[in-house]
């Protein structure tokens, strides 16, 4: 197919989208439309000439903001879309061109990520009205993951809670572990091999990934497990639920929104789940903030310590994310935290690197793990998937 892939990922009250050329030369166009329903509704883009531009949209429902994503394509139609969808559960392990049975797949799977898997669906209903002959295909955040062993996906409960209730670990941030891993393949004399991959923003998660397949990664059920993230807690013990309950009459719903909102770096800083900031205010001393950035690393370090396990062979740790590829704090403190794993850091390559730029942190002459910043493409690897999708059915 050599046509643009559009691709869309749709929120309750968002859709980012990106126009993907076979290319790779070629200008992206790419943007938000946000604040969808409200008078301050709003498309932010930029386009060939990579201007920037806005575009009030008020009140604007996410048929209405696709129309407007329409106009600013430039004439450039696409071939196809592909939507990113954040939970497929055990029914997909690969992109799936989207018909009445995949949407019905998807409704099923509502009940995993009820805040991402209806969104998903109306920007799947909205495209489908504007664009009524092109091919669709859905895209799977957990799908990457399905390659997990039940040792690492199984979690220490009851038979029937798996067998009837789909309880089990299904991780995220697929499409962006499989793009590093793979880029590292490319870049590295190590080829697909044993990479630990961290994926560090405002949601982290880490994976082990071997020869290209996910072993096992941080993210279970939910995107809740796992490393402490902007606001959400990470890997809490299962009994605070109960304790919070009983000693602060806090409802589950409460609960939920503590450990998903306000908890992570917001919640240890008390400052804000900007590591930007954090970094700027532990240098000025604050106390809460270094605690945060203490907290932050250290877990990370642990939860890659663990994943190594998975792996038959280590030959490399991938930073990624906007943290993961600006932060050198970050990714010197993880590293400090590893000094039994071989990694050895060239300082100057570390405070060297900013985002957008790929790069190998320890010299090309070191015999042990390597360590790379390789800037995710999220976007990119949907719009691959999406081909690959369409060229196997033909």
């Known amino acids: 197919m050599n046509a643009p892939v559009l691709v869309i990922n749709c929120g309750s009250s968002s859709i980012k989208y990106a126009l993907i050329d076979p290319d790779p030369q070629a200008p992206r166009l790419a943007g938000l439309a946000e604040r969808l329903g409200s008078a301050e509704a709003r498309l932010k883009g930029q386009n060939s000439a990579g201007e920037s531009f806005t575009q009030p949209l008020p009140a604007a429902d996410h048929t209405q903001a696709l129309n407007a994503i329409f106009e600013h394509l430039e004439g450039r139609l696409p071939g196809a879309v592909g939507h990113r969808i954040v939970h497929g559960g055990e029914h997909f392990t690969q992109a799936a061109l989207i018909d009445n049975s995949v949407i019905n797949a998807i409704e099923t799977t509502a009940a995993l990520a009820p805040l991402h898997n209806p969104a998903n669906l109306a920007g799947i209903t909205a495209t489908r009205k504007i664009f009524p002959e092109l091919p669709q295909v859905a895209v799977f955040d957990t799908a990457f993951h399905q390659t997990m062993p039940p040792r690492a996906y199984r979690y220490a409960?009851?038979?029937?809670?798996?067998?009837?209730?789909?309880?089990?670990?299904?991780?995220?941030?697929?499409?962006?572990?499989?793009?590093?891993?793979?880029?590292?393949?490319?870049?590295?004399?190590?080829?697909?091999?044993?990479?630990?991959?961290?994926?560090?923003?405002?949601?982290?998660?880490?994976?082990?990934?071997?020869?290209?397949?996910?072993?096992?990664t941080s993210m279970g059920l939910t995107p809740l497990e796992g490393v402490v993230m902007g606001t959400r807690s990470?890997?809490?013990?299962?009994?605070?639920?109960?304790?919070?309950?009983?000693?602060?009459?806090w409802s589950l719903e409460k609960i939920d929104s503590v450990l998903n909102k306000e908890s992570g770096l917001l919640g240890l800083s008390g400052l804000t789940n900007d590591l930007r900031e954090i970094e700027d205010a532990a240098k000025q001393g604050h106390a809460n903030a270094q605690l945060a950035i203490d907290v932050f690393c250290y877990r990370i370090a642990k939860s890659l310590a663990a994943l190594s396990c998975a792996l038959p062979q280590l030959d490399g740790l991938i930073f990624t994310g906007g943290i993961g590829e600006n932060s050198s704090t970050v990714r010197r403190n993880v590293l400090a935290l590893l000094p039994h794993f071989g990694f050895a850091l060239n300082d100057?390559?570390?405070?060297?690197?900013?985002?957008?730029?790929?790069?190998?942190?320890?010299n090309a002459d070191h015999q042990g793990p390597q360590v790379w910043v390789i800037p995710t493409d999220e976007e990119g690897r949907i719009a691959m998937e999406t081909r690959h999708c369409l060229e196997a059915r033909l």
């Open 157 to 216: 409960l009851p038979e029937a809670l798996y067998t009837e209730h789909s309880i089990r670990r299904y991780g995220f941030h697929g499409t962006s572990h499989a793009f590093v891993s793979q880029r590292a393949a490319e870049l590295s004399d190590r080829g697909a091999g044993g990479w630990l991959t961290a994926h560090l923003g405002n949601g982290c998660s880490t994976s082990a990934v071997w020869n290209n397949q996910s072993l096992d």
């Open 234 to 249: 990470g890997d809490v013990d299962p009994g605070l639920h109960t304790h919070l309950h009983r000693q602060l009459g």
């Open 348 to 362: 100057n390559a570390n405070e060297a690197t900013i985002r957008g730029k790929e790069g190998r942190l320890d």
